[in-house]
């Protein structure tokens, strides 16, 4: 093993590798958290076109007695 093998077999991660939000593969460093172009690319489309969604939830102090007055 050369030394430059050594060192970066001991090279800890920045960051630990996740599952894919789109394909559940691991991810890779170049896309993190994606594995890939493709997934990083599918994902700002599905925002985009309404597949995702945030739950909205509305409190009582947002009732619409208030702006009636």
Not at 11 to 38: G, I, M, N
Request: charged letters at 30%; a negative charge.
């Amino acid at each position: 093993m050369t030394d430059n093998n050594k060192r970066s077999a001991n090279v800890t991660p920045l960051r630990p590798t996740r599952p894919c939000p789109e394909c559940k593969r691991p991810s890779q460093r170049d896309h993190y958290p994606f594995c890939s172009a493709r997934c990083r690319n599918v994902d700002p489309n599905r925002w985009l076109t309404g597949a995702y969604v945030l739950p909205a939830v509305e409190s009582a102090d947002d009732s619409d007695d208030e702006l009636d007055s």
